[in-house]
């Protein structure tokens, strides 16, 4: 099982390198844009998969994130600068909005956070004087790195490919770590995990926080992707677009945010073979999807796996691996 | 700013009326989530939807009555009968999440379907009643905005003597105050849980045909709808019916008298921070009963 799976990741990984050598430039642009909203949804399924906390404000850091970096680097600030100002300040508003979930649960949550995707679309909208309102924000130049410029949409894309990669790679730590089981305490049993001994406080504005940097980061690398960004994109469209990608790929598994972003990126796309009813046909499959693997992609796999387990070797019960559920 | 007080009025009276509204729409939507936990994400789009069916019944001939019975019928069958069997039953098992996604989709699928298969232009529709302009104490009150609040008022009242003066409306109280229970006291409960959906068929109906004319009918009309409708029924109180008519009615009038007020530019953050100001102080919502914790 282990075999398989780093086999997987490694043929994954070649194809996510090989791909924008066969692609046209809009092609490129796409996978560009699962790569960085995988970052975002990665951020999401650890504040929503791991630590159980429903968070419809996703999207709203994206756009804090986008919006961030774009303006730092109006005002003159290196790239890099930006990019970890944009992802720091997301750290600091996620902690913040977490206060509301030491006081409230699951869809009261939501809604908490649902407010506050919306009202950051109102400000992003309104406060022109900062964000030019509904004119946006254009010609967001793409970064120079150490004299190697991404201005070329297959180098903006490795370039993103290898910030998702270090990403990924820290969360998948994190989540091997004590905090990470932290998470999956309070997801599993808040009040067990209290009275265990774990500051469920603090982990629960962590998973806030750090969920929502991911999502600034994404951010961060969603405004030179597409060099124009306003208000409308960050509105709750987009929060809502990143919790189906969590749910669809597999809630509280690592890999699920990969699956669901590529799912809700492409698939609408492969739907325009539909014409006209490209939207249509994508909802209609996403509600198919919802009804027949509700755990996700992954977790319905899981499912499967474990089920081809127990019947090849039926005595020895199931004991360790990610706990499944919600 | 200083408004007059003929002005105070009209705004307090075309507040009441849209907010009689909503609080249709936030009532069906709390009575979904009481008996059957599903968030109905689509709750807008459903709103939306019935103002399209009585659009083509008219363009078959049928007079405006004759159409709106039309449009009632083909919601509660559609946005009722079909919407619990297909989306919601199978996922029910599941939790509140996969639901939530699913309907999240299912407004997507609803608005491209009015969109591709009626119109994206605007509909005018007809009005209940002719629009005359009544002058009471300097106040323009118009007939039609009167005529939207005794229709909706009425719904609301007759809805609240079918919940609670009828053994139908008690038992489906029971249902979702405790299924468990209710069932054993030998209550249908699936039926009173489908009941409820039709209930919401009929609320959305009428709700779509009290606000299109002032909306118009437009396949993107369920966006802002669904989300008031949803923030109505928070700061009411989720859990209860008569916290949807009091979140509805208060954002109708808030929405209307902080746009003269105030500032229009954020007349859509007002309700979203008397939102989170009840979130904190008082989750359960304004009216509504505490919801107790498992451990």
């Not at chain 1, 964000?131 to 970064?143: D, E, F, K, L, W």
């Not at chain 2, 004759?66 to 939790?95: E, R, T």
């Amino acid at each position: 099982m282990n075999r398989l799976g780093a086999v997987l990741i490694v043929i994954v990984a070649l194809c996510a390198v090989g791909l924008p050598f066969f692609l046209k430039p809009f092609g490129v642009y796409l996978i560009s844009m699962w790569v960085v909203l995988t970052i975002a949804a990665i951020g999401l399924n650890l504040t929503l998969g791991y630590a159980g906390q429903v968070s419809l404000a996703q999207g709203a850091f994206v756009g804090i994130g986008a919006y961030a970096a774009a303006l730092l680097m109006q005002a003159g600030w290196p790239y890099p600068a930006a990019f970890v100002s944009a992802g720091l300040l997301c750290f600091a508003v996620g902690w913040i909005l977490g206060y509301p979930a030491l006081r409230v649960q699951h869809h009261y949550l939501a809604f908490v956070t649902l407010a506050f995707t919306t009202l950051v679309f109102l400000v992003l909208r309104n406060e022109e004087w900062l964000t030019h309102g509904i004119y946006g924000i254009g010609s967001i130049a793409r970064p120079t790195l150490f004299g190697w410029s991404t201005n070329n949409p297959r180098a903006f894309y490795f370039f993103s490919l290898g910030m998702l990669t270090l990403l990924a790679a820290g969360t998948w730590w994190m989540l091997r770590s004590p905090w990470g089981r932290a998470f999956v305490a309070l997801r599993e049993n808040s009040v067990r995990a209290l009275s265990l001994g774990l500051d469920t406080r603090r982990y629960t504005l962590m998973a806030f926080a750090i969920g929502s940097m991911l999502g600034g980061l994404s951010g961060a690398l969603y405004a030179p992707l597409v060099q124009f960004i306003e208000p409308n994109s960050f509105a709750l469209g987009l929060s809502f677009n990143l919790l189906l990608m969590v749910i669809v790929g597999g809630s509280g598994k690592f890999f699920g945010p990969f699956l669901g972003a590529l799912i809700a990126v492409l698939l609408p796309e492969w739907m325009r073979i539909a014409e006209g009813y490209y939207l249509i046909t994508y909802a209609a499959l996403i509600m198919v999807m919802m009804a027949f693997c509700p755990y996700g992609v992954l977790g319905m796999v899981e499912r499967a796996l474990k089920a081809a387990a127990v019947r090849r070797d039926p005595p020895m019960p199931a004991v360790h691996g990610e706990a499944t559920g919600s | 700013m200083r408004v007059p007080m003929a002005s105070f009025i009209q705004l307090l009276v075309s507040g009441l009326a849209t907010g009689a509204i909503y609080a249709l729409i936030a009532v069906g939507f709390t009575l979904l989530w009481q008996t059957s936990q599903t968030i109905n994400f689509a709750q807008g789009e459903f709103v939306m939807l019935p103002a399209f069916f009585i659009l083509a019944a008219m363009n078959f001939g049928a007079p405006f009555w004759l159409a709106a019975l039309v449009g009632i019928v083909l919601s509660v069958l559609v946005l009722g009968v079909v919407f619990k069997l297909i989306i919601v039953d199978p996922m029910l098992k599941h939790g509140v999440l996969p639901l939530v996604i699913s309907t999240i989709a299912l407004s997507l699928f609803l608005k491209e379907a009015a969109k591709d298969f009626y119109s994206s232009q605007a509909q005018p529709f007809p009005t209940l009643v002719p629009a005359v302009d009544l002058h009471i104490f300097d106040a323009v009150i118009s007939t039609d905005s009167l005529a939207v609040l005794a229709v909706a008022v009425a719904t609301v009242v007759a809805l609240h003597l079918l919940l609670h003066k009828t053994r139908l409306g008690r038992s489906m109280q029971a249902t979702a105050q405790n299924p468990t229970l209710a069932r054993i006291l030998g209550i249908p409960v699936r039926r009173m849980v489908l009941y409820t959906f039709l209930i919401n068929g009929v609320l959305v109906a009428i709700a779509s045909i009290l606000i299109s004319p002032i909306y118009l009918a437009k396949f993107t009309n369920g966006e802002t709808l669904g989300m008031t409708a949803f923030l109505a029924a928070i700061i009411g109180g989720f859990n209860q019916v008569r916290g949807a008519i009091l979140g509805g009615v208060i954002l109708g009038i808030l929405d209307n008298l902080s746009a003269a007020y105030i500032s229009s530019q954020y007349r859509g953050a007002f309700p979203l921070l008397i939102l989170i100001a009840v979130i904190l102080l008082r989750p359960q919502g304004l009216l509504g009963r505490i919801e107790e914790r498992t451990v």
